[in-house]
């Protein structure tokens, strides 16, 4: 029998980002808040301090911040008719698990998506034709526009201390310091608060060859703040020391945003809220009568069951634990890929991945390891919205990155093709090639595939006794189109960096859990206009459910070629705006059908 | 608490991290039983002996398996005229705690079954060993291999070019076990080699830091503000150990105590 605690107005599942985001603006508007993380407490001191924070096994490798998947995993199959089996070992992706969730051991790499990307299936309709696309590309739009968004998108950014350089185009001659930026990024009511980061070699050597090649080279929006700031909260951040311990670690010099250390302490300023760590949530329980959230089960670090009542009920967790956690709640209609009806689980999108490595071979010294996790110089001249598909068959694209994040040397010892795996003759390529080769990341898209979806896996279950959530994903062939085309522009680049060698590592064939790719798992709870094409509506909230909002990157309905963070924190923003000012005076529906 | 047992608490400290079953402190002499044991352990530690206090004890592998290991990864990572290869860097005493401790025991792998030892690559893992028992297993497997195709002669007693072909036949799946899948065994023992060779040194290989003056990685320490915009900069500073570091800080604790008790 589980424990009843005391009622409380919202209960967030999560101590990540969203989590953070809505608990410290339900509390301030007067709610009575409890967030429930399923790890342990940590902050920056003293949990992520150095020398001990730089530890590349034990951070990197062994992956000590993030989620135990000894508790709770997925399934995984490329196919609906192969047979799923658990993901025995973290790879593919690397969720947090503690307070802060992975914005934590993100690397701040803070980006906005293209406004065409928010209404992707009217933009291609309207450009290319209603045939352009095999309806096996199933993108939708999401019922939001970019110019709704896009306040949310500066608030974010000054939550976070980004740095960056606001585009120069002429219509933005408003926007002070507008030169050097991205000349394909959408309408921005303001620069970002901090200037962008120093640019490395790698980033340099890109750049060159980039405008030499007419394209438009910026410096990455960073959330390693480039200085002293302090953002509208209060919150105080200090400038990055480039030290090359950033992605898979907690910051130790208060440079990295993290909810911690943007968000939390104005959240836990306040009695009425409350955070509860060591606390897994296991169900979403729900009046069926009724059809409204009535509160969460959890099981809490004793390993005791308590049921946690609440009028508002916030999934915050990991992008695709929220379907998940649906799904294990029966709320919804499961997505059938058969029928392609049903909606929890619906377009699972990630992110296409592809790199090329060039190799200098001695004639010049990178210094990888003087980095930082959004150190880099990028271009986006072949994101979607940027160039025309009408005779390339696909939609989506990629930016393409020289970036210089680390050289911790268990994961990061380059060499060329044709060197052998081990022995002598890959060992003293290590040491020609470690300190003269640059890599370009072909940050690509993700469209829906009518097959990649999330639903619950019939045979293994979590240590909790639930059914793990089960992940079917391979590459669609659109995105397979789109990475090669952008691939071979940053191979172009590449030759015209100078190096001695160029070497592409092109999609591979098949997706696999095993690689790491990148963190960056999207949908199974999408938005939409439609309740039978989308979980929740343009805020967020469940058309199911009117107390139980979803708020993730399990919203987006596909994955644009950009990191999804920044959207993230924006549609956290957008869809607090609508819970505190909106529903909260007056529960019910936002929108209607 | 008086300063030399400070100091000593860090350097251990240094040392748990790697894996935290492991207890806290081991002796420079190797030392698992008998005196004979103790005289094969230093045997297989070879020329990298134990001068730096990471001692060469063997929390898990027996002598054989151990001889086995160092023998393998040293042809993995060999020594070459410059540089000392896995053997002289410690990785077996690496491998050795790392199976001794939580990474050894499967902590943070999913283990239920039901298991499917051929899945497709893509799967992942799909064996119902963790990472000691795969090793066992697949060590004493490999070794009767060994015996029987090479006059009941041990793999550490072959040249080096057949252990790289015994080592090749694993990689491919030439050499079939019963047990294990024989490349599931070898990349395994790949990625630890690798690991041991480059993490710090306070985990037991990686000895004099030789993996990182080999390449040229500064280490644990770092902040390249200033140089990171000095492009072909020459940087060639000593790399720094954790342990280097916690030995510092404990150091310069010590006669901030002792100067203000003077």
Redesign the interface.
């Known amino acids: 029998m589980a424990t009843r605690m005391k009622p409380v107005d919202a209960v967030l599942i999560g101590g990540g980002l969203t989590a953070a985001v809505l608990g410290k603006e339900l509390a301030e508007a007067g709610h009575s808040v409890v967030a429930l993380e399923r790890g342990p407490m940590r902050q920056t001191i003293p949990d992520f301090q150095?020398?001990?924070m730089?530890?590349?096994?034990?951070y990197s490798?062994?992956?000590s911040l993030m989620e135990?998947?000894?508790v709770q995993?997925l399934s995984?199959?490329?196919f609906p008719h192969q047979?799923a089996?658990?993901?025995?070992?973290?790879?593919s992706f690397l969720p947090g698990s503690g307070l802060g969730g992975a914005m934590v051991h993100w690397n701040g790499q803070t980006w906005r998506f293209q406004p065409q990307w928010f209404r992707l299936r009217s933009w291609v309709e309207e450009k290319y034709g209603k045939n352009f696309l095999s309806d096996e590309v199933a993108i939708q739009d999401w019922g939001l526009t970019y110019d709704e968004l896009e306040p949310y998108y500066s608030f974010f950014e000054h939550v976070c201390g980004t740095g960056g350089n606001p585009h120069s185009r002429s219509d933005m001659t408003d926007v002070p310091g507008g030169q050097g930026g991205d000349p394909f990024e959408g309408r921005r009511s303001k620069p970002y608060p901090n200037p962008p980061m120093?640019?490395?070699?790698s980033g340099?050597l890109f750049e060159q060859a980039a405008q030499k090649l007419g394209y438009h080279p910026f410096p990455v929006p960073s959330s390693n703040n480039t200085r002293h700031y302090t953002n509208q909260f209060g919150a105080k951040f200090k400038?990055?020391?480039?030290?090359?311990?950033c992605e898979t670690f907690g910051c130790e010099h208060f440079s990295k945003a993290s909810p911690q250390v943007a968000i939390l302490p104005f959240a836990l300023a306040n009695k009425n809220y409350e955070l509860r760590t060591r606390s897994h949530v296991t169900k979403i329980e729900w009046d069926r009568q009724k059809k409204v959230a009535t509160g969460v089960t959890y099981v809490d670090g004793n390993g005791e069951e308590v049921f946690q009542p609440a009028n508002f009920v916030a999934l915050c967790a990991f992008a695709y634990h929220n379907p998940v956690l649906m799904l294990q709640s029966g709320i919804g209609t499961p997505y059938d890929p058969k029928t392609r009806k049903g909606t929890v689980g619906r377009n699972y999108t990630y992110q296409t991945m592809s790199s090329v490595s060039i190799f200098y071979d001695g004639e010049?010294?990178i210094?990888p390891?003087?980095?930082?996790g959004a150190?880099g110089t990028a271009i986006c001249d072949f994101n979607n919205g940027s160039f025309d598909h009408s005779k390339l068959g696909f939609v989506g694209g990629a930016y393409i990155a020289a970036y210089?994040t680390s050289?911790?040397?268990?994961e990061h010892?380059p060499v060329p093709s044709g060197t052998p795996?081990?022995?002598?003759g890959?060992?003293?390529a290590?040491?020609r090639h470690?300190?003269s080769t640059v890599h370009l990341t072909v940050h690509g898209s993700s469209t829906p595939h009518p097959n990649n979806h999330i639903s619950l896996d019939p045979?293994?279950?979590d240590a909790y006794g639930n059914p793990l959530g089960m992940l079917t994903f391979d590459f669609p062939y659109n995105d397979r189109l789109m990475s090669n085309y952008v691939t071979s522009k940053a191979q172009e680049i590449g030759h015209a960096m100078g190096g001695k060698k160029v070497d592409v590592s092109w999609l591979p064939e098949?997706?696999?859990?095993?690689p790491y790719q990148t963190t960056h798992n999207t949908g199974g709870a999408i938005m939409g206009e439609d309740p039978s094409t989308s979980v929740v509506n343009k805020y967020l909230q469940s058309w199911d459910l009117h107390n139980l909002w979803v708020v993730g990157a399990s919203a987006y309905p596909q994955n644009d070629g950009y990191n999804p963070t920044g959207t993230l924190g924006a549609l956290a923003y957008w869809a607090a705006d609508a819970i505190v000012n909106k529903y909260m005076k007056s529960p019910g529906p936002l929108v209607h059908t | 608490m008086d300063s030399f047992s400070r100091r000593n608490l860090l350097k251990s400290a240094g040392l748990a991290?790697a894996a935290a079953a492991i207890p806290a402190m081991v002796s420079a002499a190797p030392s698992n039983g008998s005196q004979a044991e103790a005289e094969n352990a230093s045997a297989a530690s070879g020329a990298s002996g134990s001068t730096d206090g990471l001692g060469s004890f063997l929390f898990f592998f027996n002598t054989e398996e151990a001889r086995f290991v160092e023998a393998a990864v040293d042809?993995?990572?060999?020594p070459?005229d410059k540089?000392g290869?896995a053997k002289m860097a410690g990785v077996i005493y690496f491998i050795d705690r790392q199976l001794a401790g939580g990474?050894g025991a499967?902590?943070?792998?999913?283990?239920?079954g039901?298991w499917?030892p051929n899945?497709?690559?893509?799967?992942?893992?799909?064996l119902r060993y963790p990472p000691k028992e795969l090793y066992r297993t697949a060590i004493g497997e490999i070794r009767a291999a060994v015996r029987d195709g090479h006059n009941n002669q041990e793999f550490w007693d072959l040249s080096p070019d057949v252990m790289?072909k015994v080592?090749t036949g694993l990689?491919h799946g030439d050499i079939q076990l019963k047990s294990v899948p024989s490349p599931v065994f070898f990349e395994t023992l790949?990625a630890n080699?690798?690991?041991g060779y480059?993490?710090?040194p306070a985990?037991g290989g990686n000895r004099d830091m030789v993996?990182?003056r080999?390449?040229?990685?500064?280490g644990?320490?770092?902040?390249?503000?200033g140089?990171?915009?000095k492009?072909?900069?020459?940087?060639a500073r000593e790399p720094?150990s954790?342990a280097g570091?916690?030995a510092e800080?404990a150091a310069a604790d010590d006669m901030q105590h002792k100067s203000g008790s003077l």
Not at chain 1, 54 to 58: S, V
Not at chain 1, 85 to 91: E, I, S, T, V, Y
């Open positions: 150095s020398p001990g730089h530890d590349e096994l034990k490798v062994r992956h135990d998947v000894s995993t995984f199959r490329n047979k089996l658990p993901m025995r070992q973290l790879g120093k640019q490395s070699y340099r400038p990055c020391m480039y030290c090359g311990f010049k010294r210094n390891f003087m980095g930082a150190l210089q050289g911790r040397p268990i010892h795996r081990w022995g002598m890959w060992k003293q290590v040491a470690y300190n045979t293994y279950t098949h997706y696999s859990i095993v | 991290g042809r993995l990572i060999p070459d540089w290869g990474y499967g902590a943070h792998m999913y283990l239920d039901p499917d899945a497709p690559p893509q799967q992942g893992y799909q790289d080592l990689e790949l080699t690798i690991e480059f993490a710090d985990y993996a990182w080999m390449i040229g990685f500064p644990a320490y770092a902040q390249y503000v140089l990171v915009d492009y072909d900069l020459p940087y720094l954790l570091v916690a800080a």
